[in-house]
């Protein structure tokens, strides 16, 4: 039977009936070779917004965005290959720090890595703040590192899964970022392309991640967990709070540094602590690496005290060309030409420090893009002296900025001002880490960690 | 305040809020410069499709449709200028009929055709049938033929509701063409253009027409008529049923040998007098051009049987470069190269003869296009013997099709036959004029035309 063509493909979806597998492969594929037009795949884009797609509808679309273009496979390599994805956050440092971790325990962690969107930082930019870091790199070159040290943060490419590059771009302009079954094909045909057998997701809600609420967010990670369970990836999502900006710092080369501290034990952002912690071993318990969580936590402390972890850590970045010697100290050869402080304008508790804000306040300053082609300032960005829940007296400081000259100071301060709340009670404290979700069903953190 | 970003506009439409009107002008002013790219206007026309539109929104799009391109003054005309307004059908040449007799009743008749879509016929397709008919003009040569017969039939040209055209043509291959407001400001930006003061509307409902459901072609008149109205016309709308082709004859020549033989007062098919009758009375009431519909009825079966209508109709194609000789025989120089009839299988009343089905027919026969590149063969076409309700014994002929060989003849009679379903009894007859909508109310036809 021939397929649909593309019109007949975009009125099925757009009446609610499921597509064939085959048909999906027909679109995509036609859209890659240029004979379906962006102006067709944006409306069939919006009608996938509106009537969703089935399980399997959304396992052939991440197979035919995978089939789009090349993947990756570690032939010589024994150990369990796997990745770490977060939906998006602000000061989500957590790969920086787990995947050297998890590679320091023997696992292998070929990471491709994503630029930041909107008010979320990217992985791809914290890197490219070590002065000399080179995160492009060729599937070759991407083989051999991990091969070799067992850890690589690559670029997303054109080679891998180019469909989703060029659908993403669309989705982006046309609003349809938002929908579950093009979120869940765009992580995965990535993901499953790099190669990996094991993957933890973290889902993150709250103000500062995509999806405010904690239902949307458990349908994501189900959705994540199936996708990846059926190309046969042991797959475990994690849903945590992003209320509040995770660690102390929020800026690229910030990041950097709080990374690197955390790696030699300098520094123990409870948050951040936890999240890797749970992230890792739900990770290293759905591979088998280990049998109960509780060992895994222990193994990923000791590997980050013993200071393995930070070995692997200049290893990856010293092959991507970074400058150990920035590292080390800690001192990058540009300074921001300007810092100022917000202090408490009254006593009391803070009560909310709302994530979102914070994120458009570095973006402000130009840790991020407001423009996909905006250059990016990497040592502009936000220290937080105090969180939520934190007393504080009149004209204490809260957090600081740092940016390229006074105007864009002046103007993140005032978003960032905004974005906090005095009270003279506690806030109710949301547990950061939520549920998890695997191949077996969801479940309430506790229950999961204590099984 | 700064109009919205297309993106933003987008998202707008996709949560339901409701656009201002001056986003609107701003979006289609920016996509008709081609600041905003194919692929979102498609997005966006996907979320009108399933978030549709409110009156003022679908007023505003038609107000920045019109204002992409000119619109014609008839300044030295008194007489009421005034339009006809077709959803589409099958075997519908009521146009050719209806808008000769009302320039001869002193009315001014500045029409814009369009042509066939699907298994509808077009009045552009109708008249480009009588050789030498050219229904390209300039809109002065438009203006000076109304002026000077009160009766010009144009083909859509890109000078007036530019915007139209371009959106019509990616509706076309995304699936939006069945979207209320986006169907209302499409029809309506051209006709507004066309500097008209008064307009009927033929809003079908049935297997012939694009709407099956009477509910949604009242929710299309009421609209239609809202903003018709709004521009200051005087508007009406006239929901008919189109479950079985109008007339007896379906195909662009065969429509124009009808026509020209019921303007010659040489046969009167009852259903295309009486719709010809009801929509003519309607829009004459509508205008003020008589005080009741019955007045009218009487003027316009006068006005066809003095011969008039037929002599304006000859002014008119003569104007237009069409040879008033081949009119005058109804013999084509082009024949068609092949006939064959169908013939009743057995003895019985026809219970159903699907329209939509005998539309496609015609379509197989080169009547119509299935890509909008085909050439029409101008003879080719289906000639009913019977209609719905008819007895027939078997072996009767039902229709006749012609068309440039036999083996097209073939296959459209093949799609007639499943057309055609013959009982024992008499089919429940739905009456042809269903409703009327005025701007004071929707009321059953009965009820408007005997008041």
Redesign the interface.
Known sequence: MPNLS??HF??EK?SGREHLAADIAAFIDGFVKGRI???????????V??KGMTSSETLALTEAMLRSGETVTHDSLLNPIVDKHSTGGVGDKITLILAPMLAALGLAVPTITGRGLAFTGGTTDKFNSIPGFRSEMNLDDFKHQVADIGLAFVSQSSSLAPADGRMYA?RD????VQSLPLIISSILCKKIAEGIQGIVFDVKCGSGAFMDRVPYARQLAEGLVHVGTSYGLDSVAVITRMDTPLGLAVGNWLEVIESVRYLRAETTPPDLHELTLSLGSALMQQVGAVKHANEARAKLEQVRDSGHAWERFQSAVERQGGDLRTLDTLEHPLKPQCKSGLEAPKDGIIHAMDAREIGFAAVDLHAGRRRVDDEIDPTAGIVLHRKTGDRVTKGDLILEVQAADQELCDQALQRARSAITIKEHQPTADPLIVEVVTPEGTMPAAQYFSA
């Open positions: 593309p019109y975009i009125t757009q037009p962006d102006y067709q795949m944006t409306a069939w884009m919006m009608a917004y509106f669309l302009v046309t609003g349809t």
